[in-house]
C-alpha cells in the first residue's frame, strides 16, 4: 500500500513553491519525518518529509516543477529496501552490510550539501563523523581545509594546443531559483513604484570602536554572543526613527501608515541570494538582545532554516555591505517599506577635528528613501541623528 506525500502547507498567502531537490530515489528507504524532498518558495526553503516509515515509491514532480498546496508529489511505499541479490551456493557470502548513508548524495542533509558547493569537496571522499556515519557540515569544512595530496605524474602525452584551447571558453545555463527570481522581481518593482533618492553621510566610528573593544570580552561572556557594531545601529536607528516617523512609514493606497514600533528588517546573506528577517519590536530590546537575534538569523540564512513569517513585516531595513568591503552604495527599498539604511566598510581616512587634521576610522552611510513620503530635510535629519548616536553613543542609554 502506497502513502501520498503532499505539499504541506507553506504559510500565509503562499500558494505555491517550485521542487527544488529530491532528497530520496524510487527504492531507498525513508522514516517517518526523514526529509524527502526540498521546495522553494519566494522567500525560503523548505523540507518536505515523509509521513510515514517506507520505501520511496513514485515521484510525481520533476525538479524545476510548480505545485500547488496540497498537491501529490510522491509516494511511500510499506515495506523496506530490497534484500541484496544471494551470492552464488559455490562460496559462502558474507553478511550483507548497508552501505552507510553518505554514499548517496541524496542522503544529504540541505546544510551539508550546501557546504559541499560552496567548498568544491567530493562527498565520496570525505568520513563521515556522524550518527551511521553521516557527514556532517563540519566534515565537509574540515575536508577542505586539509590540502589535496599531489597527484601522481600521468605518463599520457599532454593535449595539442588546439585541443587544450578548445576547453578554454565555457558556458553554464542555470535556472533561477524560486528565491532569486523573487529578489528579482521584487527589487524592480521598487524602482518602478517608488520615488528612490539616496542621501549619504559619514559617520566617526572611534566611539563604537573603543566601547566594543573595551567591553567585547565581559559582553560575549555574559551574553553568549560577540558584540558587533550591528547592534549599535539598530539601536540608534530606533532612536532617529523615533525623531523622523516618516522614515519608518509606508503608503497603502492613498494612505500613510505610521508605525509607533520599530521593526527592523536585517539584511543577510543565504545560499540561495539575500534575505531579509525581522528583528520585531528592535525599540524595546537591549543591544545584546538584538545581537543575539541577529546571529541566529545569520547562522539560519546560511543553514537554510529560516521560518517564512521571520521574514514578513518589518518597518526600515539595514543592510550591511561592508562586511563585503563596499566603500559605498545606494540600496534599493524594501517594499511596502519607505527606507533603507546601508552600512559601508570602516576605513582610517583624514579629517578635520578642533582645526587639526586627524586620522579617524570612517564609515560612510548611505539612506535610500521614497521621495513621494519622505522629503530631503527628513532624510538628512534622520542621518544627522543617527550619526551622532553612534558618534556619540551614551545618546543611545539616555534615549537621546
Same mark, same amino acid.
Given at each position: ?18 521542487? +527544488? ?15 524527502? =524532498? ?78 559541499? #558547493? ?68 521584487? #527589487? ?35 551574553? +553568549? ?5 550591528? +547592534?549599535? &545601529? ?38 540561495? +541570494? ?41 518597518? &526600515? ?65 534622520? #542621518?544627522? =541623528? ?15
Amino acid at each position: 500500500m502506497a502513502t501520498e506525500v503532499k505539499v504541506p502547507t507553506l504559510g500565509e498567502s503562499i500558494t505555491e513553491a517550485t521542487l +527544488g531537490e529530491w532528497l530520496k530515489q524510487p527504492g531507498d528507504p525513508v522514516k517517518a519525518d526523514e526529509p524527502i =524532498a526540498s521546495l522553494e518558495t519566494d522567500k525560503v526553503s523548505v523540507e518536505v518529509p515523509s509521513p510515514v516509515d517506507g520505501v520511496m515509491g513514485e515521484q510525481a514532480v520533476k525538479v524545476g516543477d510548480t505545485v500547488q498546496v496540497g498537491a501529490m508529489i510522491a509516494t511511500i511505499n510499506a515495506g523496506s529496501a530490497a534484500a541484496p541479490a544471494a551470492a552464488p551456493p559455490a562460496a559462502a557470502a558474507p553478511a550483507p552490510v548497508a552501505a552507510p548513508a553518505t554514499d548517496s548524495p541524496a542522503a544529504l542533509s540541505p546544510s551539508v550539501r550546501r557546504a559541499v #558547493l560552496e567548498h568544491g569537496v567530493d562527498p565520496a571522499k570525505v568520513q563521515g563523523t556522524g550518527k551511521d556515519g553521516r557527514i556532517t557540515k563540519d566534515d565537509v569544512i574540515a575536508a577542505a581545509a586539509t590540502p589535496a595530496p599531489a597527484p601522481a605524474p600521468s605518463p599520457e602525452p599532454q593535449l595539442a594546443p588546439s585541443a587544450a584551447a578548445s576547453t578554454g571558453r565555457k558556458e553554464e545555463r542555470v535556472r533561477m531559483t524560486r528565491l532569486r527570481q523573487t529578489i528579482a522581481k521584487r #527589487l524592480k518593482e521598487a524602482q518602478n513604484t517608488a520615488a528612490m533618492l539616496t542621501t549619504f553621510n559619514d559617520v566617526d566610528m572611534t566611539a563604537v570602536m573603543e566601547a566594543r573593544a573595551k567591553y567585547k570580552d565581559l559582553f560575549e561572556k555574559k551574553h +553568549g554572543v560577540r558584540l558587533g557594531f550591528m +547592534g549599535f &545601529f539598530a539601536k540608534a536607528a530606533c532612536l532617529a526613527l523615533k525623531d523622523v516617523p516618516s522614515v519608518n512609514a509606508s503608503i497603502e493606497g492613498d494612505e500613510i501608515v505610521y508605525h509607533d514600533y520599530a521593526d527592523i528588517s536585517v539584511a543577510v546573506s543565504g545560499p540561495g +541570494g539575500l534575505v531579509v528577517p525581522v528583528v520585531r519590536d528592535a525599540d524595546q530590546m537591549s543591544v545584546a538582545q538584538i545581537e543575539r537575534t541577529i546571529g541566529d538569523f545569520g547562522k539560519r540564512a546560511k543553514d537554510g532554516t529560516l521560518k517564512m513569517e521571520e521574514m514578513k513585516g518589518g518597518t &526600515f531595513t539595514i543592510s550591511n555591505g561592508g562586511v563585503f568591503g563596499s566603500l559605498m552604495s545606494t540600496p534599493i527599498i524594501n517594499p511596502p517599506q519607505a527606507a533603507v539604511l546601508g552600512l559601508h566598510r570602516i576605513e582610517d581616512r583624514p579629517v578635520v577635528r578642533d582645526g587639526q587634521v586627524v586620522v579617524r576610522p570612517m564609515m560612510y552611510l548611505a539612506l535610500s528613501y521614497d521621495h513621494r513620503l519622505i522629503d530631503g530635510r527628513e532624510a538628512v535629519t534622520f #542621518l544627522v =541623528a543617527l550619526k551622532n548616536a553612534i558618534e556619540d553613543p551614551t545618546r543611545i542609554l539616555i534615549d537621546l
